[in-house]
């Protein structure tokens, strides 16, 4: 057998497909839409890889139930939709800054590993979720996120384009994934569907991506004429 024959198939990477990129797709369940007064309930984080074939693919989850903050706001509206009882004798929830420090721990270890230089969230309308993920960054005085402060990639966008549909359950139908509406609201099932959404439309345009020339290295921006 010949070298050529026994040497494995190279890995596609990772940080060359988003610039450096590392996507991370997050959900958050809370106790209501504002992220400066709402309680955060629980955070999901799925991680993504690509597969020898240089597909996108859901890889690891990381799911955890929050203790409110102390103070923070719940509106009964919000729990009716989630099915979340945040003061339940059964429900194994932790500090926020334990929460993120856990999220936050998988992912580095995963970023390094693909050579990526930061992580940027994806979600499904992501700035709502980004925006609860920093407020609880600040309130919990953490200094290191791994996430960009305000970069996203938002599915409800991505699908409104690839698929004609922003509505999650209507996104994911049309691009043939499963949907169960009785575990939707979850951050762990909306964070996984939401992933494999993602994974679906970057797959579909893999033949764009692929047929477009390599980007020549960037040069200094030309001097600003004199005042």
Not at 74 to 91: F, S, W, Y
Not at 151 to 165: K, P, Y
Request: hydrophobic share 45%.
């Amino acid at each position: 057998m010949t070298t050529a024959e026994t040497a494995p198939l190279a890995t596609p990477a990772l940080g060359e497909r988003f610039r450096g990129f590392f996507p991370v797709v997050i959900d958050v369940e809370t106790g209501g839409f504002n992220a400066k007064t709402d309680a955060l309930l629980e955070i999901a984080a799925v991680l993504l890889r690509l597969d020898e074939q240089g597909n996108l693919r859901r890889g690891a989850s990381h799911a955890f139930h929050v203790q409110p903050f102390a103070g923070a706001n719940i509106e009964p509206a919000a729990l009716q939709v989630t099915g979340i009882d945040p003061h339940h004798p059964l429900r194994p929830a932790i500090p926020e800054r334990d929460a993120l420090q856990r999220v936050f721990r998988e992912v580095r270890a995963e970023m390094k590993a693909a050579n990526c230089t930061r992580a940027v969230l994806v979600g499904h309308n992501a700035h709502f979720d980004l925006g609860f993920l920093n407020e609880a960054i600040a309130r919990t005085d953490f200094k290191r996120s791994p996430f960009h402060p305000f970069a996203v990639f938002d599915t409800a966008t991505l699908a409104g384009i690839a698929l004609g549909q922003t509505v999650l359950a209507r996104a994911v139908a049309v691009a043939g994934i499963a949907w169960d509406s009785s575990a939707a609201h979850s951050a762990r099932y909306d964070a996984e569907v939401t992933a494999d959404l993602f994974c679906e439309i970057v797959n579909r345009f893999r033949p764009i991506y692929e047929s477009l020339p390599v980007p020549a290295s960037p040069t200094e921006p030309p001097a600003a004429p004199p005042a």
